[in-house]
């Protein structure tokens, strides 16, 4: 909320899919880093910490984040938190989650919590406070989070309304990039679409009003890059959304395979790169900072060249 | 896992549906405490720390919890704490939620996680390991969590594995209580069905393999008590699926509109009740602990009339 301005607080708020555009066109970059902390996977360094109790391996967590924020920070538009690693380590987890979340926007990210969340009435209004609802400290703790359509449009209302007021975003959980996803989403409707094209349509209708300046809805998607054809009809069925494309790099998926989700601007879609960015120095025995920083560079050129701007 | 035996840890672990039957024969009761701490609607002695800061307000959610526990407890055979309101209040929030599962167990309640989880790979197993894994601290932190299935079988997959392994159960979103149920759930399928319906016939697949001594399986199924229809059809598509059935009470739902969810036995389903016993005080301005308890004792009765056993 840099811009807010005293005098006009209500019109001063600049959408999530803005910052989304703005952020895309001056980095030249549609690379979101996927934070994803395993204790066991932690660079040398950090991993002694990781075995000494959960406290500290929570504390090597969020250094580790925090860590590859300043490394990749340069070559992406934000950072998507992957929840469920945090959690795993309890109320130390959460903390360290509260903290790499506070430095990745010190940084100038913007943030996404990957926590797929979805419930009812005051149960979905505490989601949104929890994550994206505009707190008396100031500011929403994170921009946009991740949601799950399964209970319908009034279990997302919490976050439609926090994006109308705090100017944050979601990503609704469309057609995702494992192999399970056919079981819901791929079932066959009595008019021949599968479930996840009438989930598309929901997610476009909520999206109409919360469309920015840059012709872009602050109600985006998560399509699976796994999936290279419903990449094309999501972008079909959404125009104005922002497709998030999980699956490049280690579930498969390459730069070539999401192409035709950028057909509706350069920042209409985002790529989150994790483990084959965060991991980076498993495979090239490099310093971790110094492979993730090289990975997250190279993705970027890829992926900005691939979307074809 | 106080019935482990040293020699022969495989077989002494006691499966969740065997411990929900045990239970509700014992105490001759169906009914699981929600507890959904909202700070604003604590009792007065309680109300001042909740404003004052997060931690105040967190210790004062974990107090009143506790207190729930106590005074509930008898006529209860587990509590269901909505992740939610705790993640609402961060690291310290989650703090609180560890301390109230840990003395929910210890007065000899089931404890469910209320988070609605639900992701791919590895992040599924982080969410697993979070909440239903058996830790080297020992024994799983609670005893069963309610996920979500839109993202299918193998986002499943590390919850079934804990319940195979360490006696943990699942409650699968199948038809909830909320309007906005319709826009995904009751779509129509090609072959006439509605979207849940298929969802309903995947638990019972999911859970033929994990049904323990009483005819029970651990892979339960949450229906709404707000479609009585619904329940009846729920109990049909999944014979041996203990139901979660919330509705009761705030959302308008009465005992007897889940009267045909216990025809598979009286520990087949479960009535979760929440805001009308832990927020009974507001009603009739009686102590917080004893307005709870009478609520509970009388909701406890009236279930287990309308089950018919």
Same mark, same amino acid.
């Not at 929403?140 to 921009?143: G, H, I, L, Q």
């Not at 959980?173 to 989403?185: E, R, Y």
């Given at each position: 909320m840099e811009q807010e301005l005293a005098a006009v607080p209500q019109t001063a708020v600049v959408p999530f899919a803005d910052r989304v555009a703005e952020a895309v066109e001056r980095k030249r970059s549609q690379l979101v880093l996927g934070v994803d902390p395993r204790p066991e996977l932690l660079p040398l360094e950090l991993r002694a910490a990781a075995h000494a109790g959960r406290a500290a391996a929570a504390e090597a967590c969020a250094r580790f984040s925090c860590g590859l924020v300043d490394a990749a920070g340069p070559y992406v538009v934000g950072v998507k938190l992957q929840l469920a690693f945090f959690e795993a380590l309890g109320a130390d987890g959460l903390a360290a989650f509260e903290e790499a979340c506070a430095y990745a926007r010190a940084a100038g990210l913007l943030v996404i919590a990957d926590g797929k969340r979805g419930d009812i009435g005051s149960t979905a209004r505490a989601y949104a406070d929890a994550y994206v609802q505009a707190t008396e400290a100031g500011g =929403? &703790?994170?921009?946009a989070i991740t949601v799950n =359509?399964?209970?319908?449009s009034d279990s997302l209302e919490p976050f439609l309304a926090a994006a109308r007021r705090s100017g944050t975003g979601l990503f609704v959980?469309?057609?995702?990039?494992?192999?399970?996803?056919?079981?819901?989403?791929e079932l066959t409707l009595?008019?021949? &679409? =599968?479930v996840w094209h009438q989930v598309a349509e929901l997610v476009a209708d909520w999206g109409e009003e919360l469309v920015g300046e840059h012709g872009l809805s602050s109600v985006g998607a998560v399509v699976g890059a796994t999936y290279p054809r419903a990449v094309g009809e999501a972008r079909r069925l959404m125009p104005q959304a922002i497709l998030l494309l999980p699956g490049i790099g280690a579930q498969g998926a390459t730069p070539a395979d999401v192409a035709r989700a950028f057909t509706s601007g350069p920042a209409s879609a985002l790529v989150p790169v994790s483990r084959s960015v965060i991991y980076a120095f498993r495979v090239d025995g490099a310093d971790w900072r110094t492979a993730a920083a090289a990975e997250a560079a190279r993705l970027k050129r890829e992926v900005w060249t691939a979307s074809g701007w």
């Open positions: =929403p &703790r994170v921009d =359509p399964y209970l319908g959980l469309v057609k995702t990039s494992n192999g399970g996803s056919a079981d819901v989403q009595s008019d021949g &679409r =599968p």
